[in-house]
């Protein structure tokens, strides 16, 4: 069957050597997308082989985010090719919409069925890791994974406000009831290097503490241990490269915001 890629093994077998990390926030706009698409640049960039599955099916922003939008994958021999984008291989809900003015008003069942097709249908090869982009909450998207991957492992990303915290902390404890394990908490946009003084003085314009407190209720629910992996500086820049294709990480690596995205990639 000339070309046929073999079918590796699925990410649901517990035996299939692939680290499956789920990335996962209480609500939008804490910059779980921006914090996915730089993680997996950034282990791309290392050299570890990976597949980024967005699908935060209602903003969908991982093409735009690593330079893919409007890309859509080829088929073949019934199997779907992952877009590579900067070296991540790539699938978004955002690729198999008819165009892209037009909303998408999924329902449980569509949602289950589309993420076992990336799982089952794509051509994904041998992964070292596989991160998936979870909508914002504890929606149908969290369980649908839980039956389809039970060894995915659930990253929370909060911002440092403690609102925002309390939200995080339920996202991340939908794993008591799915049995999944939670590998750490991510604080994002955790403090603004001043442009005045010098990077020493932090402001801390969301407050702080967050990330702590997500990683320490977790910890308490969950009866293990929930580390805080790391705190992600607010950067325009990591905006601005979002925006237009580049993954930060790579743009400028020596950025305070790369150089931690980089460590929680290294301990992932
Ligand atoms: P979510 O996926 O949680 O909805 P996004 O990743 O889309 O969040 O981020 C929301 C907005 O905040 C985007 O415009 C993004 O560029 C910006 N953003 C995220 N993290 C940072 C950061 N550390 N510094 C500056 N801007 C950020």
Redesign the pocket.
């Known amino acids: 069957r000339g070309g046929r890629p073999e079918k590796e093994i699925p990410f649901t077998q517990p035996d299939s050597l692939t680290r499956v990390y789920a990335v996962a926030?209480g609500?939008?706009?804490?910059?779980?997308?921006?914090?996915?698409?730089n993680l997996a640049a950034a282990m791309a960039a290392d050299g570890v082989t990976v597949g980024l599955i967005d699908a935060?099916i209602y903003?969908h922003?991982a093409p735009r985010?690593l330079g893919a939008e409007g890309a859509r994958p080829t088929v073949v021999d019934n199997m779907i090719m992952p877009i590579p984008a900067h070296q991540v291989k790539l699938i978004s809900t955002e690729m198999f919409k008819p165009d892209r003015d037009t909303p998408v008003a999924w329902r449980g069942p569509m949602l289950h069925r589309a993420l076992q097709q990336f799982l089952t249908d794509v051509y994904w090869g041998d992964l070292d890791v596989l991160l998936l982009?979870l909508p914002?909450g504890t929606g149908d998207v969290a369980i649908s994974l839980a039956q389809l991957m039970p060894n995915a492992e659930i990253v929370v990303?909060t911002t440092p406000q403690l609102a925002a915290a309390e939200v995080a902390e339920r996202a991340g404890s939908i794993a008591l009831q799915t049995h999944q394990q939670v590998n750490g908490v991510i604080e994002?946009?955790?403090y603004?290097p001043c442009p005045h003084c010098g990077p020493e003085h932090r402001l801390e314009l969301f407050g702080s503490g967050g990330g702590q407190q997500v990683a320490d209720g977790l910890s308490r629910r969950l009866g293990a241990n929930v580390p805080l992996l790391g705190e992600?500086?607010?950067?325009?820049?990591?905006?601005?490269?979002?925006?237009v294709g580049q993954p930060?990480v790579l743009k400028e690596p020596d950025a305070p915001?790369s150089v931690a995205l980089r460590e929680i990639a290294r301990r992932l």
Do not use: C, H, Q, Y
């Not at 609500?27 to 698409?37: H, L, P, Q």
């Open positions: 926030s609500k939008g706009g804490v910059g779980k997308s921006s914090i996915t698409a935060d903003g922003s985010m982009d914002p990303v994002n946009m955790s603004l992600v500086p607010i950067d325009m820049g990591l905006r601005e490269s979002g925006d930060f915001a």
